[in-house]
Structures are given as structure tokens and as C-alpha cells.
């Protein structure tokens, strides 16, 4: 081997590895992942009543269209912004608070609150499609879909 192939060599390995640390860096940031994250905290806490069906609160969160419709009380999410969200909101609020969400059962615990506002803060990503569907626990199939 001579030398500027060492040298291409070597470039190809600087750049495999910074790409790496990049990639570690982000994870370090730890963007928020709507299906495994945020989606089975809706499923398990809040989609029994926010649902077309029952629709409290005028809040359906089925899927990402309807969660973010408007209301006559306004938007419960406003992107990158989670003091402006009432779906943080109602999870911050004391308990007792007629507000606070969820009205019955205990409350979501603070890291899952906290998840929520990081979600909001990175601009609430919330795909389309049946990734981005919420159902009633027991009712996905094993598939996912
Ligand atoms: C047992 C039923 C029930 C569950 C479970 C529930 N909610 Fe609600 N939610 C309500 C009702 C009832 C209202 C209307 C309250 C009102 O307007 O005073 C409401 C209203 C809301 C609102 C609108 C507040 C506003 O200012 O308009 C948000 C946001 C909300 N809920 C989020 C959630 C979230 C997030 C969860 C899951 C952590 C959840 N809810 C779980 C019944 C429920």
C-alpha cells in the first residue's frame, strides 16, 4: 500500500468515526420518539376518554390530525412552546385540581411528564399514518399496525 492510499484510508476512517460521534452526541440530546415513547403513555393514560367516542375536553387524540384541530378553547399543543400547551399543562397542574389530567387513577409519574414537555420542546413530532395512531390498550395488533 502506498502512501496516499494510506492517507485515503486513514480520511475514510476519520470521517466513519466523527460521523459516529455525531451520532452518539444526538442521542446525548435524546430526541423524544413518538411511537415508543410518547404514543403508549396516551394509550395507557389518556385515549379512554379523549376519543371520538367520548371526546372530553373536546379532545380526541386518536392520531396527530385530530389532536391538533382546532378547539373553541384553542390548540392543546403549540409546537416547541410546552408553557403554551394544555397537554402538558393539565399534567403539571396539583392534584385535586379539577383540571389536572388524569381526572381518575393516580397521576403520570414526573419522568413521563417531563417527557412530554421535552416532546412538546423539540416541536411535538407526532407522524402520520398508523404510526402515529393511538388506540385503546388491547386493540393493536401484534403487527403494529
Ligand atoms: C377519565 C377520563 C379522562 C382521562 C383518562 C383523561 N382525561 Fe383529559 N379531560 C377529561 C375531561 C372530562 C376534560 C374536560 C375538563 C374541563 O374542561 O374542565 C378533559 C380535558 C383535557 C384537556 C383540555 C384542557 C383544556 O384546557 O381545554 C387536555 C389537554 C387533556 N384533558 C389532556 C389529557 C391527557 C394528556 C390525559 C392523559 C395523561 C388525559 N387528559 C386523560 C377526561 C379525561
Same mark, same amino acid.
Given at each position: *500500500?502506498?502512501?496516499?492510499?494510506?492517507?485515503?484510508? %486513514?480520511? *475514510?476512517?476519520?470521517?466513519?468515526? /466523527?460521523?459516529?460521534? #455525531?451520532?452518539?452526541? &444526538?442521542?446525548?440530546? &435524546?430526541? $423524544? @420518539? %413518538?411511537?415508543?415513547?410518547?404514543?403508549?403513555?396516551?394509550?395507557?393514560?389518556?385515549?379512554?376518554?379523549?376519543?371520538? =367516542?367520548?371526546?372530553? =375536553?373536546?379532545?380526541?387524540?386518536?392520531?396527530?390530525?385530530?389532536? %391538533?384541530?382546532? +378547539?373553541? !378553547?384553542?390548540?392543546?399543543?403549540?409546537? =416547541?412552546?410546552? @408553557?403554551?400547551?394544555?397537554? %402538558?399543562?393539565?399534567?403539571?397542574?396539583?392534584?385535586? @385540581?379539577? &383540571? #389536572? *389530567?388524569?381526572?381518575? =387513577?393516580? +397521576?403520570?409519574?414526573?419522568?413521563? *411528564? #417531563?417527557?412530554?414537555?421535552?416532546?412538546?420542546?423539540?416541536? /411535538? !413530532?407526532?407522524?402520520?399514518?398508523?404510526?402515529? $395512531? $393511538?388506540? /385503546? $390498550?388491547?386493540?393493536?395488533?401484534?403487527?403494529?399496525?
Amino acid at each position: *500500500m502506498n502512501t496516499s492510499r494510506l492517507t485515503r484510508l %486513514f480520511l *475514510m476512517l476519520a470521517a466513519g468515526a /466523527a460521523a459516529l460521534l #455525531a451520532a452518539c452526541d &444526538k442521542k446525548a440530546g &435524546k430526541p $423524544v @420518539d %413518538f411511537v415508543t415513547e410518547v404514543r403508549p403513555l396516551l394509550e395507557a393514560r389518556c385515549i379512554e376518554c379523549h376519543n371520538a =367516542g367520548l371526546l372530553l =375536553g373536546e379532545l380526541n387524540l386518536e392520531n396527530r390530525e385530530l389532536a %391538533f384541530k382546532q +378547539r373553541a !378553547k384553542g390548540p392543546v399543543i403549540t409546537p =416547541g412552546n410546552p @408553557d403554551k400547551s394544555p397537554l %402538558f399543562l393539565v399534567l403539571s397542574l396539583p392534584e385535586g @385540581d379539577k &383540571k #389536572a *389530567m388524569p381526572p381518575t =387513577g393516580h +397521576r403520570i409519574a414526573a419522568e413521563e *411528564m #417531563a417527557l412530554i414537555q421535552r416532546w412538546i420542546r423539540q416541536g /411535538a !413530532k407526532w407522524p402520520t399514518g398508523p404510526d402515529g $395512531v $393511538v388506540r /385503546a $390498550v388491547g386493540t393493536r395488533s401484534p403487527k403494529g399496525a
